[in-house]
Antibody
Framework: QVHLVQSGAEVKKPGASVKVSCKAS????????VHWVRQAPGQGLEWMGI????????KNAPRFQDRVTLTRDTSTNTVYLELSSLRSEDTAVYYC????????????WGQGSLVTVFS | EIVLTQSPATLSVSPGERATLSCRAS??????LAWYQQKPGQAPRLLIY???KRAAGIPGRFSGSGSGTDFTLTISSLEPEDFAVYYC???????????FGQGTRLEIK
């Protein structure tokens, strides 16, 4: 059974950075891409970017191009999202989600990590 | 960027009745469309992918249809646990991007 277990809630000040982790199990780590999606309070879903765990190649959504860094550690089957220059509008739940390599459908989701940006 | 517009924003239906949710794309997405269900405090859950394929473990009362720009999610006979927010999602090849609709809230009438 696929599990994506994310790190816990974070509180950050404006201008700081945050790093969220997503540990995968129950499938072959290098057979799927991992995406990041966020959801501001009471709002819809917003795609942020994708990482290929095999190659480490990433692609960010245009609006996050300069602030999002996606990385992975194949020794622990963990992917990371780092978001820099935080502002209050970045307060949201951040989800990792798994897509098979042949698809862009999010078959499995992490439980979400709440990031609060508060001065 | 392809925009997905879901309608209605809120749908009020009684348990046991049929619910029909719509998702319209600003340009053709072929059949690269998925539907997700989200309950309060939970992550989204995949229901339908490639417009009409049910995900593993999803009850048969959920069905998807459409292609190109117009898509529909139908719940044939609503159960109490079906009241939630539903999102559609597409991916475009170029520029490579993934977008979601704004969601339809399905509430008990």
């Amino acid at each position: 059974q696929v599990h994506l277990v994310q790190s816990g809630a974070e509180v950050k000040k404006p201008g700081a950075s945050v790093k969220v982790s997503c540990k995968a199990s129950g499938y072959t780590f290098t057979n799927s891409y991992v995406h990041w999606v966020r959801q501001a309070p009471g709002q819809g879903l917003e795609w942020m970017g994708i990482i290929n765990p095999t190659s480490g190649i990433t692609k960010n959504a245009p609006r996050f191009q300069d602030r999002v860094t996606l990385t992975r550690d194949t020794s622990t089957n963990t992917v990371y999202l780092e978001l820099s220059s935080l502002r209050s509008e970045d307060t949201a739940v951040y989800y990792c989600a798994r897509c098979p390599i042949y698809s862009t459908t999010f078959f499995d989701w992490g439980q979400g990590s709440l990031v609060t940006v508060f001065s | 960027e392809i925009v997905l517009t879901q309608s209605p924003a809120t749908l009020s239906v009684s348990p046991g009745e049929r619910a029909t949710l719509s998702c319209r794309a600003s340009q053709s997405v072929s059949d690269y469309l998925a539907w997700y269900q989200q309950k309060p405090g939970q992550a989204p859950r995949l229901l339908i992918y490639d417009a009409s394929k049910r995900a593993a473990g999803i009850p048969g009362r959920f069905s998807g249809s459409g292609s190109g720009t117009d898509f529909t999610l139908t719940i044939s006979s609503l159960e109490p646990e079906d009241f939630a927010v539903y999102y559609c999602q597409q991916r475009s090849n170029w520029p490579p991007s993934i977008t979601f609709g704004q969601g339809t809230r399905l509430e008990i009438k």
